[in-house]
């Protein structure tokens, strides 16, 4: 069972840095080197997590955490961000409610009043013009991402059409997004956030060079040659 310091983990968290949790805790070395490489793997890393802490120490599995109380006699507690709870429903709620604080906070363009310069999507930008096309891009990304309900047999987008139908028969309500389906309605809206955002990055990520355009760029890159 691997156990990480609260000072370092904190260290990890203010970077950025990004764990993979297995089933007792390990950080996967491989992932967190080809985050690095990948925009989009790594702005996923960066957004709020739930961790379990007992006493002084951490633990990123839930499994672990309860073993550690279990050995050292002491309770559970969740933490996500700077907010610590002794109740895991709480702890959840608090994981939704900043995941989308922070998703939103991503897309929304804000000017700096000294240097004037604009932030968004995690980009700082002198010019208001293409700071608006990057806010509009990003828009049009997360517009994408919708929410379906499925009840019984039957498959609906509108929320009050999902309740009538939830009523009538008597089934439960699916919340579905992209692949991910739930029961749950605040891990459905975890969900959202979390697809809403990886649009947004997948929108304005760099696009990845083509071979037409690799060999475009080293014919233009290479001497020309004298007769």
């Known amino acids: 069972m691997k156990v990480l310091s609260l000072s370092l983990l904190s260290a990890l968290l203010v970077s950025g840095g990004f764990m ?29 997590q739930l961790v379990y802490k007992v006493g002084d120490e951490l633990a990123c599995c839930e499994n672990s955490a309860k073993s550690m109380a279990e050995s050292a006699g002491k ?24 995941t989308e604080k922070y998703v939103s906070a991503y897309a929304t363009p804000k000017t700096c009043s000294v240097s004037g ?49 939830a009523e009538t028969s008597k089934a439960k309500t699916i919340y579905v997004v992209e692949n991910q389906e739930t029961e749950c309605e605040m891990t459905a809206r975890l ?21 037409t355009s690799t060999a475009v760029e080293s014919a233009n890159s290479a001497p020309a040659k004298i007769n």
Do not use: H, W
Not at 21 to 48: I, N, R, Y
């Open 20 to 48: 993979i949790a297995g089933d007792d805790g390990q950080c996967d070395a491989k992932c967190a080197t080809e985050c690095k490489s990948c925009p989009v793997t790594e702005g996923m890393a960066k957004l709020p």
């Open 75 to 98: 309770p559970v507690n969740y933490v996500v961000g700077k907010e610590a709870f002794d109740c895991p429903a709480k702890a959840f709620t608090s994981l939704v409610e900043q």
């Open 117 to 165: 310069k604009t932030s968004v999507a995690g980009e700082e930008m002198t010019c208001p013009v293409a700071a608006g096309e990057v806010a509009a891009k990003v828009k049009k990304a997360m517009d994408s991402v919708a929410i379906s309900y499925k009840v019984g047999d039957k498959t609906c987008s509108c929320p009050v059409e999902a309740k009538t139908l």
């Open 191 to 211: 969900n959202v956030a979390r697809a809403k955002y990886k649009a947004a990055l997948m929108a304005s990520a760099p696009a990845a060079p083509t071979a």
